[in-house]
């Protein structure tokens, strides 16, 4: 069992950037590839990022590539998002969530998921 909390959500500028975390409880953490989906008013919730067991692999959706970073530290039990060049369009609660298949972009292949943290961009 594996319990999710996210936090580092708010209200920013369109330009601004914003650091999210998911911090998971239990010492399997790393047995765990990790991935960030959203979901804003009115729209399924999406894929954002995913990330594997160690850190090595990576893959984002287009709509962040080179905007957005995820990291973990396995050490910590935490997942990271940074999130550059915000834009109006990545307003959503973003949830983290934890994958015992290993890095996926499929909601479905997700265990474990936090509450969700809000992200605003409006000026």
């Known amino acids: 069992q594996v319990q999710l909390v996210e936090s580092g959500g708010g209200l920013v500028q369109p330009g601004g950037s914003l650091t999210l975390s998911c911090a998971a409880s239990?010492?399997?953490?790393?047995?765990?590839?990790m991935g960030w989906f959203r979901q804003a008013p009115g729209k399924e919730r999406e894929f954002v990022v995913t990330?594997?067991?160690?850190?090595?692999?990576?893959y984002y959706a287009d709509s962040v590539r080179g905007r957005f970073t995820i990291s973990r530290e396995n050490a910590k039990n935490t997942v990271y998002l940074q999130m550059n060049s915000l834009k109006p369009e990545d307003t959503a609660i973003y949830y983290c969530?934890?994958?015992?298949?290993?890095?996926?972009?499929?909601?479905?292949?997700?265990?474990?998921w936090g509450q969700g943290t809000q992200v605003t961009v409006s000026s």
């Open positions: 969530a934890a994958s015992n298949l290993g890095w996926s972009t499929r909601r479905i292949e997700y265990d474990y």
């Open positions: 990330i594997g067991r160690i850190g090595d692999s990576t």
């Open positions: 239990g010492r399997t953490f790393s047995s765990y590839a």
